[in-house]
């Protein structure tokens, strides 16, 4: 049975929150204004002291999606993580992602952003899986306007990724998690291997009381 490595995205493997970025990208196409980045910010300090009610900003960022065809946002993303993105990826996390390669670990990125949002990174690193929150399609290839359940945040990230365990045979307790959010406590809970990279203030004041692993990436 292999191990695993999973990764948080925003703040972990990249040093930024991504949203603030896309909503910049979107400033450039004049698809955002000022309101709209401000909003973003709001949102991100919520996250960033875990606050944030994520099924109702969930539920508004889906719904501004409602009709565009999946694979615009993807190419968009594309675009996104070449231009805005890449420069933000933390030279320590491509190192980690190297060294549990080399011992033959199953490697995930597990965010709770679209998985149009993580998969530019993941190719970049070779990462081969994505546990994200999945926004739903309908048949004609164009988006509802509705995220499926579970998000993949707080408990529900346990669930997602325990998906992608059952289905390539890694146990999430044989597991290592890299992440910086107090959001992510319940998986890093379950993991046998919990590492707190750059932390809030939260996250950071758990991982001293537990003596869990803290890196600066």
Not at 21 to 36: I, K, N, P, S
Not at 59 to 77: D, F, Y
Not at 97 to 120: M, Q
Not at 135 to 157: I, M, Q, S
């Amino acid at each position: 049975m292999p191990d695993a490595a999973l990764f948080d995205m925003d703040r972990t493997l990249v040093r930024r929150e991504t949203a603030s970025l896309y909503v910049r990208y979107q400033r450039t196409l004049g698809e955002a204004t000022v309101a709209d980045s401000i909003r973003v910010w709001w949102w991100v300090a919520q996250y960033t002291l875990g606050v944030i009610d994520a099924p109702e900003v969930a539920a508004r960022v889906a719904k501004s999606l409602a009709g565009m065809p999946e694979t615009v946002l993807s190419a968009r993303c594309d675009d996104w993580f070449r231009r805005y993105v890449e420069v933000h990826v933390c030279d320590a996390g491509r190192h980690a992602t190297e060294l549990h390669r080399a011992r033959g670990d199953v490697l995930a990125i597990v965010t709770g952003a679209s998985p149009y949002a993580a998969r530019p990174l993941a190719r970049r690193l070779g990462i081969p899986h994505v546990v994200a929150s999945d926004l739903e399609v309908a048949l004609d290839g164009r988006f509802t306007g509705r995220f499926l359940e579970p998000l993949c945040y707080g408990k529900g990230k346990i669930v997602r990724t325990q998906q992608l365990a059952e289905r390539l045979g890694f146990r999430l307790d044989n597991a290592s998690f890299y992440s910086d959010s107090y959001t992510d406590l319940p998986l890093l809970e379950i993991v046998r291997e919990p590492v707190v990279v750059n932390p809030d203030a939260r996250l950071a004041r758990v991982a001293r009381a537990r003596g869990w692993r803290v890196e600066k990436w």
